[in-house]
Structures are given as C-alpha cells and as structure tokens.
C-alpha cells in the first residue's frame, strides 16, 4: 500500500488524499511529527515538508510530484487532461492553489491555529488579519469569475486536479470560520461546497474538525 506521511489539516497533504480517493487508490496515512525528525520522514521528504510518499522502496516528496506519480501508476479515472489547453488549465489552477491561495491562507491558518494549537505560542493575528482583509478578495473575486455554475467544473467537462487542488485551501477557511459574503461570491460558494461535499472530502474534512476541537485552545 502507498504510504503519505502528513496531516490532511496541510491543504497540499489534503489535495494528494481526496485525488488518491477519487481514483480509489488505498492510502496509509502516517502523520508527521511537528517538526519530524524521523529518519522515515526524512528519507521521504528531504526538506521535511508534507506531504511525503513511499511506495514500496520508491520515495517521492512534493504534492505536485505525487499527484503526477498517482496519475501515471493509476491512470484511470483521468484526473490530469491530456488536450494540451485543458492540461494547461489545469495546471495553471493548481498552481494558483499551490502559490498565491496558500500564501494568503497559510498566513490566516498558521497564526490563527497551527501557532497556539499545536506549537504552544500566539500567532501573529495582525498578520492573519491582513492577509483576509488584503489577500484573500482578490483570490475570491478571481474565483468567482470564473467557478462553474450548475455542476459544472473548473477545467471540461469533469472533475480534474484543478477542482480538488482549488477547493482544499477551503477546508481550511472553514475551520477559521471564514464567512464568504453570499452576495459577492455565490457562484464561489456553491462551487466549493459542491467539492468538499465529495466523498473524496467531506469525511477526511469532518476528521479534521475533530481533530482541532481536540487540540487545546
Ligand atoms: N510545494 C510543496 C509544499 C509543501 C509544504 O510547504 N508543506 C508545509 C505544510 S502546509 C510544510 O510541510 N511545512 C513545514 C516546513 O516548512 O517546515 C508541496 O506541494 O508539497
């Protein structure tokens, strides 16, 4: 079975676990120390960050790199297009989700939760504010363009790496308990919940919840 070493509650460690559900592809977790200086990890993931794999004697680290390895060892159902204008889209969102989603939302994540709850130290909440108040609008105003409607997707006309890539940073929103305005992104809101409402999501998500009403305050 193919090992990934991380936590879902890392938006890059959740978006390798819902694209390994969507293909059906059994994963055995193995959370991550914080840091972990395992020699296991370590092997895996040369500069310690999650997610690592391991598939049999076979290690790779990087979200990106793993997707691309799930895709071509299990190739069905097609999560990444061939058509080189969809393959480009969709690597274009998964990047947007990689680069300039997770700086604002690691910012917002990592001082209003990781810092007091699992490292045992206040954040700086005047730098999550800011990334909400000035990062985060133009990334929804950007989405909301472009979010399909009906049920629809981001990249053709079926789920692709760009849906689960964009929509895992929003699990972490929520566990911030961040409203988006009804009003000005509905199409975002409608989109997102469509995604995380998946199988390939929605259990892992709850998990998490759980796991952070159990961390201390
Ligand atoms: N480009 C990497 C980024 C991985 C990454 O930055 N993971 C974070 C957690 S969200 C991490 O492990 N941080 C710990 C550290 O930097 O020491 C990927 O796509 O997997």
Known sequence: MITI???SLSPFVRKVLAFAAEKGIEIDLQPTGFPDRSAEFCEAS??????AMRDGDYCLCDSTAIVHYLEAKHPEPALIPKDPQLLGKTIWYEEFSDTIMFACGAKMFFNRIVAPKFM????DLAAADAAERDELPPILDYLERVAPEGDGFLVGDRLTLADIAVASPFANFRHMDIALDPERYPRTIAYVARILDRPSFKPMVERETAILERAPA
């Open 46 to 51: 040369p500069f310690n960050k999650m997610p």
């Open 5 to 7: 070493y991380g936590s």
């Open 120 to 123: 045992g130290r206040e954040g």
